[in-house]
């Protein structure tokens, strides 16, 4: 058996909305701070925000008055992200992909995909983002990754919701037991 597809994998995301929402960790603000400082980026600005989620990471943009527009294909996510973030005027949450967005050139000061891109088609992703962003616009990837050391405990107990909702997990994508 093979494992699901890219695009399969990211929306089996939005079958658990809200206990992603409450469970997954949030950014450092230390992130936003440091994204906001080294682009000069003011209130106002325009972003892109690619694979928002539940809005985790928009709530951090909206925060510093930026404003977000918020690509989520999974209805549930996307669902969740507009009711954190209803008391935003200056955030739009679309239900789409970055790949069926119709995309508005140099329209965005930034794009950013947290924890996002690798979801993205490799085959367009870099075309389409440098046609939405305006002349010295940036691109902002921010991604989680894994540190050696530690204990294997997150990863022994999340192992069963790996082969709940990843059926086909093979052996080799787990932790020995």
Do not use: K
């Amino acid at each position: 058996m093979s494992l699901p597809d890219r695009t399969t994998l990211g929306r089996s995301f939005d079958r658990a909305a809200l206990a992603y929402d409450r469970l997954r960790p949030h950014y450092p603000d230390a992130v936003f701070h440091t994204l906001i400082a080294r682009t000069g980026l003011t209130p106002g600005t325009r972003v892109l925000e690619i694979g928002a989620g539940t809005g985790i990471a928009t709530r951090a943009l909206a925060a510093r008055g930026l404003h977000v527009t918020a690509l989520e294909p999974g209805a549930a996510m996307a669902a969740v992200a507009r009711d954190s973030l209803a008391a935003h005027p200056d955030i739009t949450v679309i239900e789409t992909t970055f790949e069926d967005w119709t995309v508005t050139p140099g329209a965005f000061d930034l794009v950013i995909a947290a924890t996002a891109f690798h979801w993205l088609d490799p085959e367009t992703r870099l075309d389409r983002i440098a046609e939405t962003l305006a002349p010295g616009g940036y691109l902002a990837i921010v991604e989680y990754r894994h540190v050696a050391g530690g204990d294997d405990a997150y990863f022994l107990n999340a192992q069963p919701c790996y082969e709940r909702f990843v059926p086909g997990t093979q052996p080799w994508t787990s932790l020995p037991a």
